[in-house]
């Protein structure tokens, strides 16, 4: 849906021009029969077959979600738990999926509560785990989002897309390797509703601190960046974040954010593919992902190709 | 000030304190010796508000004129400060080319006159065409040209911004403390300027001394900045992380909140803030770059303060301490009396 007919639906909290002026165009709505467990299953299967790693080979799956509703598996209507049953709200769309997918071997959890930067904190376990289990190869992170029939589809001034995506993370692998991978909660704005502003204010200084935090770790600058793969937050609020660290502009990948809008979790892996596809990852590049997750959570990853 | 001058008035000597509001004009004349006289008058207005006898009387008498009066608000407007700073002051002068007995006619300005330039500003210069950040700065600049080209025996006393007693005590207080405030609040993502710019702040009790210094050593002809100078301000980013260590260790509470100091940012990147602030209509965040926006990009034009004429007139006086040693007093200040911070 275009941005325009997302305000003729009274789906915006925002005037639709003002969102077009911070750089949104259009974003997906999940066709009304599609659930969760379909999306990530196809992200999911695409996933494996990049990696090379078939299905009973996955020793892990870690299911991601931004939102509530997505962590249960069935219609979409089904997620409002007014009307289950209680049993009924012990059905995981992370288990359905393990066995959709066939990964026998795989163990499952989830990991939410951290806003759109789940996938990212689904990657950090991931690395986690194959750390401390010597016998785990892979480890399969996937995160899907689809909101609500009818949901509003703005946070504090952008627009969301349902979404999904997966990655394989291996101890051993050709495609990029991580060199940090971060994870900064600030629960004081565990209410982004009622301090908005005071979120607001925090975001820029804080994903600052955390981007060079993290490129520290990792025995980066900002100079030794070739791609920031960003969240598809607005262009505008990227414009000023580039300013701030400082970074180039035209070195942060904002094409989607026009044409696909934010894909809550997803963002990062789905820029990441389309910028493959364009040709414009190069090996040995260094790669840094940021995200931020809304309650209130300022995520990075930085790979090497 | 006033009570300064009272305080040290020689015998015989006698005080005329120009007030504009008569609440202000009853305060002060509850405050000080019977050596001074306070006259409710408005520099904007002819015979400086007076009644032309009063006008005259003081006009016969007076051997010393300090100039003090003005707008003072960063914020203010071009036709306001203009009225105030511009032809205010040229009301004074006229008074002044009219009195007889005077041997000293002090100007206080501000080193804000020197607007964008940067670099290091000599007390003997004034012209330069390198702009100002604001209709404030623009106006005590005219002021000044005013004064300089005035056939008096003028001094021009050019202050650094006053911040509070080195104590910690604030009497008045001004756009930075609202800064402070809004930093406390974690509502300041972004400053404009360059981490090693100086930040030149002074006390009130030093800026009182130092003016009264120069009345009382007039030497005609002369400029002199009251000011911190380069070895008594800090840099910009030494100045925010001083205010979150002092706020962290006045108010514990505030370390659990995690609240980041605001990053420190070109002029394009704050602008492109309060531009987006309008564009999605967020009017708290408008209100917050409105507040910061009339004196903060003064910091994009990092320049240090020559002090020669100071020092050689005031000697160790003329030495401002170190804005180092007592900035956490004043930060706890701001953090203390909240309400004050919200004017």
């Known amino acids: ?305 | 000030m006033v009570g300064l001058l009272a305080a040290r008035a020689h015998d015989g000597q006698r005080i005329f304190a120009l007030q504009r509001s008569a609440s202000g004009a009853r305060a002060l004349g509850g405050q000080h010796s019977s050596r001074t006289e306070v006259l409710c008058g408005d520099i904007t207005k002819p015979f400086l508000g007076l009644t032309p006898d009063c006008y005259a009387e003081v006009q016969a008498s007076v051997t010393r004129v300090l100039h003090c009066a003005g707008l003072t608000r960063f914020s203010a407007a071009s036709k306001e400060a203009e009225a105030v700073n511009i032809e205010g002051t040229r009301r004074v002068l006229d008074f002044a080319r009219g009195a007889p007995k005077l041997a000293c006619f002090a100007h206080v300005s501000t080193t804000c006159v020197a607007g964008k330039r940067t670099g290091t500003i000599l007390e003997s210069e004034l012209e330069h065409a390198a702009g100002f950040v604001n209709a404030y700065e623009w106006s005590k600049y005219e002021a000044e040209r005013l004064v300089r080209a005035a056939d008096i025996p003028w001094s021009v006393l050019r202050l650094s911004t006053l911040i509070g007693d080195a104590s910690g005590l604030v009497r008045q207080w001004n756009a930075v403390h609202r800064a402070v405030a809004l930093v406390y609040r974690g509502l300041a993502p972004v400053v404009p300027g360059y981490a090693e710019t100086l930040v030149d702040l002074i006390p009130d009790g030093f800026a009182a001394n130092c003016v009264y210094q120069v009345l009382e050593g007039c030497r005609p002809g002369r400029t002199y900045h009251i000011c911190a100078g380069a070895d008594k301000s800090m840099r910009l980013d030494e100045l925010l992380q001083g205010t979150a260590r002092t706020i962290e260790s006045t108010r514990p509470g505030w370390r659990k909140r995690a609240i980041e100091p605001p990053v420190i940012v070109d002029e394009a990147t704050f602008e492109l803030f309060g531009e987006t602030a309008r564009d999605v209509g967020n009017v708290f965040f408008v209100n917050v770059y409105e507040a910061l926006r009339y004196f903060l990009p003064q910091l994009l034009y990092p320049k240090e303060f020559d002090r020669g004429e100071t020092i050689a007139l005031v000697g160790d006086e003329g030495v401002a301490p170190a804005l180092g040693s007592y900035w956490g007093q004043i930060v706890a200040s701001c953090i203390r009396t909240p309400w004050n911070c919200q004017r």
């Open chain 1, 1 to 305: 849906m275009s941005i325009q007919e997302l305000g003729e639906h009274k789906l915006l909290e925002s005037q639709p021009a003002t969102l077009e002026r911070l750089g949104f165009g259009s974003v997906h709505v999940a066709d009304e029969t599609e659930d969760v467990v379909e999306m990530s299953s196809r992200a999911a299967v695409d996933a494996l077959a990049d990696a090379g790693v078939a299905s009973d080979e996955v020793g892990a799956l870690i299911y991601a979600t931004a939102i509530a509703p997505s962590g249960l598996a069935g219609p979409t209507d089904d997620a409002a738990c007014g009307g289950e049953q209680l049993p009924g709200l012990f059905r995981y769309a992370a288990t359905r999926l393990q066995h959709e997918l066939g990964l026998t071997s795989a163990s499952v959890l989830g990991v939410n509560q951290q806003g759109c930067a789940s996938l990212f904190g689904a990657v950090r376990v991931a690395r986690a785990l194959l750390t401390a289990e010597p016998a785990l190869s892979h480890v399969l992170c996937v995160s899907a989002d689809r909101l609500p029939r009818n949901a509003a589809r703005e946070v504090v001034y952008n627009a969301l897309s349902d979404g999904a995506c997966a990655v394989v993370v291996s101890r051993q692998s050709a495609g990029n390797r991580i060199l940090d991978c971060c994870q900064v909660t600030k629960g004081y704005y565990w209410d982004g509703v009622a301090l908005r502003n005071e979120l607001l204010a925090s975001y820029f200084p804080t994903a600052c601190r955390v981007i060079k935090s993290a490129l520290e770790r990792a025995g980066l600058g900002l100079a030794d960046v070739d791609w920031l793969i960003p969240h598809n937050t607005s262009a505008r609020g990227w414009e000023i974040l580039a300013g701030a660290l400082p970074f180039p502009l035209d070195r942060i990948y904002t094409a989607n954010i026009a044409r696909k809008g934010h894909c809550i979790a997803a963002d990062n892996l789905i820029n990441l593919r389309d910028m493959e596809a364009d040709g414009l990852i190069q090996s040995g590049q260094k790669l840094l992902l940021f995200n931020f997750g809304f309650g209130a959570n300022w995520s990075t990853l930085v790979l090497e190709r």
